[in-house]
């Protein structure tokens, strides 16, 4: 059994989640690889799975990365499946999910070329987060203080051309941070904790946390929802929680295309997901 495990050559950071799952991997007799995804020599049809990874730069290709998932998809299995992650990939989910009747961070999204009554928008919250609706770590994301219309004009004029969302600040982020709840196979493994983090910020990750019973319990029953959408088994997810100014968790993301899994605080992490790789493929 060979797996690629996806990463680029433009890492921003080293991915730390990559050497334990290689490791986890090799005594259950199963070869990795790391491959960068734009490697024109790479050849993916002699790979078992392809396991997106690390492609933190998909954003700047997007194009090219739309065109990359279908034609591996074609030779190998791809890992998360295709559909999955290219229903993932663009964060007006968060609004499928909402309609679903699942707690989600309240977001307004703005299409490309759309402008926002910011007005209307700083009256339903004291401060802002901007983002773009396609957005890996924290590309494009900032916080606008209450009122200043400027800030958040002058932002949406430099990401005019892309889908764009605009959601309240959750302070609850700023003081205690977001939860990352990690499932890997279908089953929950860990919750990690991260900072804050804006546009420029290097990874915010701080550990390791217990999720609470209704914070396993939402992100339980976003992942039931993708499950119903018929995608396939996920290898991993990651659901983002944070509170809400009533103290209830709300969903921020979902995301299953190439979060941090947070390996490096929980090592058993790494091997369920070989354990699951393993699972997948019938010698």
């Given at each position: 059994?060979?797996?690629?495990?996806?990463?680029?050559?433009?890492?921003?950071?080293?991915?730390?989640?990559?050497?334990?799952?290689?490791?986890?991997?090799?005594?259950?007799?199963?070869?990795?690889?790391?491959?960068?995804?734009?490697?024109?020599?790479?050849?993916?049809?002699?790979?078992?799975?392809?396991?997106?990874?690390?492609?933190?730069?998909?954003?700047?290709?997007?194009?090219?990365?739309?065109?990359?998932?279908?034609?591996?998809?074609?030779?190998?299995?791809?890992?998360?499946?295709?559909?999955?992650?290219?229903?993932?990939?663009?964060?007006?989910?968060?609004?499928?999910?909402h309609a679903a009747g699942i707690p989600v961070v309240p977001t307004e999204?703005?299409?490309?070329?759309?402008?926002?009554?910011?007005?209307?928008?700083?009256?339903?919250?004291?401060?802002?987060?901007?983002?773009?609706?396609?957005?890996?770590?924290?590309?494009?994301?900032?916080?606008?203080?209450?009122?200043?219309?400027?800030?958040?004009?002058?932002?949406?004029?430099?990401?005019?051309?892309?889908?764009?969302?605009?959601?309240?600040?959750?302070?609850?982020?700023?003081?205690?941070?977001?939860?990352?709840?990690?499932?890997?196979?279908?089953?929950?493994?860990?919750?990690?904790?991260?900072?804050?983090?804006?546009?420029?910020?290097?990874?915010?990750?701080?550990?390791?946390?217990?999720?609470?019973?209704?914070?396993?319990?939402?992100?339980?029953?976003?992942?039931?929802?993708?499950?119903?959408?018929?995608?396939?088994?996920?290898?991993?997810?990651?659901?983002?929680?944070?509170?809400?100014?009533?103290?209830?968790?709300?969903?921020?993301?979902?995301?299953?295309?190439?979060?941090?899994?947070?390996?490096?605080?929980?090592?058993?992490?790494?091997?369920?997901?070989?354990?699951?790789?393993?699972?997948?493929?019938?010698?």
């Amino acid at each position: 059994m060979h797996i690629a495990l996806v990463t680029t050559h433009e890492l921003p950071h080293a991915d730390v989640d990559l050497l334990p799952l290689a490791a986890a991997c090799a005594p259950l007799g199963i070869k990795t690889s790391m491959v960068c995804w734009e490697d024109p020599r790479a050849d993916w049809s002699s790979f078992d799975l392809a396991l997106i990874r690390s492609t933190w730069n998909y954003v700047a290709r997007l194009e090219q990365f739309e065109r990359w998932i279908v034609s591996v998809d074609r030779v190998t299995r791809l890992l998360n499946p295709l559909r999955a992650l290219q229903w993932n990939m663009h964060k007006r989910y968060l609004l499928e999910l909402h309609a679903a009747g699942i707690p989600v961070v309240p977001t307004e999204l703005l299409l490309k070329g759309e402008e926002c009554d910011w007005s209307s928008a700083f009256s339903r919250s004291s401060e802002l987060v901007l983002k773009p609706a396609i957005s890996a770590g924290s590309f494009g994301t900032i916080r606008v203080a209450n009122g200043d219309e400027v800030a958040a004009r002058a932002h949406r004029a430099a990401h005019i051309d892309r889908d764009f969302l605009v959601q309240p600040l959750l302070h609850d982020v700023l003081r205690s941070g977001e939860r990352n709840l990690v499932f890997l196979g279908g089953e929950y493994s860990h919750t990690v904790t991260k900072s804050a983090r804006w546009s420029g910020d290097s990874n915010g990750s701080n550990g390791r946390v217990e999720a609470t019973s209704a914070e396993r319990a939402l992100a339980e029953r976003v992942l039931a929802y993708v499950k119903s959408l018929g995608f396939g088994d996920l290898a991993y997810a990651r659901v983002d929680i944070a509170r809400g100014p009533s103290g209830d968790p709300l969903l921020m993301e979902l995301e299953i295309l190439e979060p941090s899994l947070g390996f490096e605080y929980e090592p058993q992490g790494a091997q369920r997901l070989a354990a699951w790789l393993r699972s997948q493929v019938v010698d």
